[in-house]
């Protein structure tokens, strides 16, 4: 698996998208402030001018695949440096690699004026495949911004000043291991909680006290955490924390960990993970997609928590005609439709709309 270059930071632009007159609204975490990956923006320009949009400053970085998460003024990214540019070498092969030594940076950058407010710096050795930079989008709430390295190093940090308030190597305190393309589930804030993905026996998944790291609860065992943000769907008044791993989909309770419903993906197991894409919630049903694996989508009910299967399009050859492969790119779900891009195993993107409910095929396109 070949993560996409345009996903590098080097460096980040500021353009003009809004009307100089709109403030713009915060983008606090992964896919925005209710995960649904909607911008509610006023004043959107409808169109780039043929030179393109102005860019008002650029800021030089390092090397990352997280996102930014943007509040006020302050913009939140991580990057790394100092690792003599062997990240982009060795590419998907760890075996060329072996430690490759080197930092992560957390930043906070003025969206005025493109300076840095602050930045925190610790050492971090790679271990992992495309050991170019961290994977996951901070993620702020009130004074308060969660990061999550590759190498499992959670950080809570004040967010106007940098100030570590608290921090976990995860790879020690649970005795996990990282995923073979590192830590990438974005972290999860839920009310006084901080919800993570980790690893390890008993510890698939593990609740923290947002404010202290002190630990909640910790549950499940998998042979791998793999890399989709987990979510928290409501129905009825009953919530249920989703959790795709390796080898299925969880269901839980969000504020104890005690375990709902399972189900298999696929019904055997695959040695390649690619559970990457962020799962999309549609009232009651969950929509989920991988290169492997194929489309599922599941229905759920509450009181009890309870799940039924509609339908799953699971082929061995991930670049079949008939079905939705996605590799990391999140679906797209409107009207009944689900737009998504698949992958023909050439270095190109399919883009495929499924019908919601059925999964048949709508139409498909590669030009």
Known sequence: MKFSCCLL???LLCMVIVSSTQSMDDWPQWMGSRSDGVWRESG???????????VLWRAEIGAGYGGPAIVGQDCYLMDRIKDAGKG????????KAGEILGSERILCIDMESGKIKWSHQYDRP?????PTGPRCTPTVVGDLVYTLGAMGDLLCLERHTGTVVW???????????P???GFSSHPMVDGDQLIVPVGGDGTAIVSLDRKTGQENWRALTTSDVAYAPVRIMELDGQRQLIFWHAEGIDSLNPDSGEHYWNIKFPDEKNPSVT???TPRLIGNKIFISEYYKGSLLLEVASHPPSVKEVWRSYKTDP???TSLNSMMATPVIKDGCVYGIAYNGKGQGIFRCLDLETGAMKWTRDD
């Open 319 to 321: 670049r079949h005609e």
């Open 167 to 177: 921090q976990k190597d995860l790879l020690k305190e649970f005795e996990a291991k």
């Open 88 to 95: 982009g070498e060795v590419e998907n092969d760890i075996r």
């Open 9 to 11: 930071l080097t460096s």
């Open 126 to 130: 790679y271990n992992i495949a495309y």
């Open 179 to 181: 995923p073979l393309w």
């Open 275 to 277: 559970s990457i894409a």
């Open 44 to 54: 959107m320009i409808e169109s780039f001018p043929d030179e393109g949009p102005k």
